[in-house]
Nanobody, 118 residues
């Protein structure tokens, strides 16, 4: 059974950096695309970044240059590096695994909280 589990959420100061990790198990890692989403209080869920099976990376336009997504195929993990954090980056961050061709095979983690304070 597929399992997706985020970690690394923390309280950081404005301008700080944070790495979020997403541990994947129960699926063939190399067959999946992975994405990070976030949901801030009172807002809709927002797509952050995707790393495709091929390794191609795409980002929400507003986050380009500050956020970086990567994957460790040896450890079945997906990382989101967040730099120069702003108050409006505070949210619950979610990891999503989607099969590269069977798009209905989609799995979500419970999320990890990021708080940004001055």
């Amino acid at each position: 059974q597929a399992q997706v589990l985020e970690s690394g959420g923390d309280s950081v100061q404005i301008g700080g950096s944070l790495d979020l990790s997403c541990a994947i198990s129960g699926i063939i890692f190399s067959n999946y695309d992975f994405a990070w989403y976030r949901r801030a209080p009172g807002k809709e869920r927002e797509w952050v970044a995707t790393i495709a099976r091929s390794g191609e990376r795409t980002y929400a336009e507003s986050l380009k240059g500050r956020f970086a997504i990567s994957k460790d195929t040896g450890r079945n993990r997906v990382i989101l590096r967040m730099n120069n954090l702003r108050a409006d980056d505070a949210a619950v961050y979610f990891c999503n695994a989607v099969h590269h061709t069977i798009r209905s095979a989609s799995y979500w983690g419970p999320g990890t909280q990021v708080t940004v304070s001055s």
